[in-house]
């Protein structure tokens, strides 16, 4: 009982990043430009280079997100070693070594210690999903063995 409740509660804790997500996104013209002008000028010296990269890393986080809502369904539903799950992790880890490009490229644009940081989290990440894509694979292929022998 108590695991449900935790699948049930990151399902919502998902949805809640996933709709926030996009309103960070969205709102990410207006949050740069405010940025340049209080926090730091290298940001309004950079604006388009750096709306172009944190754009389309919301847009890969977006579908990291949504990838990973649709794996909780499945768990919800008690089938967790099936194909889509393997396409989910593929899937999620290509948009994480897209986000660590990205963030590769800002290191010579406007670098951070954050920055650094993010590229290796998001590599590692992307590294992470794609072995445990290739687990899922082997899960999915000996289940579907067991199924056909019962």
């Not at 998902?14 to 209080?38: E, H, Q």
């Not at 990973?68 to 396409?87: Q, Y």
Request: proline letters at 2%.
């Amino acid at each position: 009982m108590e695991q449900k409740r935790i699948v049930i509660f990151t399902k919502y804790l998902l949805n809640f990043m996933f709709y926030s997500g996009i309103l960070v996104a969205v709102s990410l013209p207006y949050t740069l430009r405010l940025a340049g002008k209080y926090y730091s000028a290298d940001f309004a010296d950079h604006y388009i280079s750096m709306l172009i990269i944190f754009f389309l890393s919301a847009v890969c986080g977006l579908i990291i997100v949504w990838r990973l809502k649709k794996m909780i369904t499945t768990v919800l539903e008690r089938n967790c070693f099936v194909d889509s799950n393997t396409k989910s992790l593929k899937v999620m880890g290509k948009a994480a070594f897209v986000i660590a490009v990205l963030f590769l490229i800002k290191v010579f644009i406007l670098p951070t210690p954050a920055t650094f940081i993010i590229v290796l989290t998001f590599f590692i990440a992307g590294i992470f999903s794609h072995v445990l894509s290739l687990v899922f694979s082997e899960a999915v292929r000996y289940k579907e063995e067991n199924d056909l022998t019962i």
